[in-house]
């Protein structure tokens, strides 16, 4: 048990922050950018089974967030078991759940990792968003003992609040939640700006 805390920790320190670069502001700060995805698995536990699923029925889903500081979305990550030419991905404001940005993305060869960068996406300090993806593939996954994870947690500057899925190609904003898996993989680039 401790030892896999230990593992979960030490994964979760060194893997949170992706790629350093510096911010473009006169204030001589330089923050850097992270992306939460290999944090949220160990956290969660989601890292433990791993099941693809293709083919199968379509679902919009992915992860309900806020920003503990304020910050932008520079680039979009997705990782799936089958390619898809054409994977929409949405920003959502969940306060309204009305649509942010929509981005269609080419998800060219199967199980391999894809970053797109985007136009900035400016988002603001503690206000929830969601992102999410529609597909009929993905990865499900799970812990072991097949307990149930609890929300919110922070990974780096994101705090993840729940993830959410609904059934269907419509984008609707999905409000069905469940705590026990997560199906994805689907995240962002996100770099402090203040």
Known sequence: MMKTFLKKLLLLVT???TVSCGNDDDSGLSFTEENYMTGYLAITGFDEEEASIVD???YE???????????????LSVKLPAANPSLRITLWDTETTSV???????VATEGTSYTFEIDDLQLVKDKEYAITMNTNDWYNRERTDGTAVAYP??????QINSYIWDHGT???YPTIGSLGYYAGDISFNFIQTE
């Open 15 to 17: 893997l949170t922050i």
């Open 56 to 58: 199968y029925s379509d």
């Open 61 to 75: 889903f992915g992860l309900e967030f806020s920003p503990i500081v304020t910050g932008k979305i520079t680039a």
């Open 100 to 106: 942010i940005r929509t981005q269609m993305v080419n």
């Open 153 to 158: 947690l922070i990974v780096g500057n994101i």
């Open 170 to 172: 419509d984008q609707i």
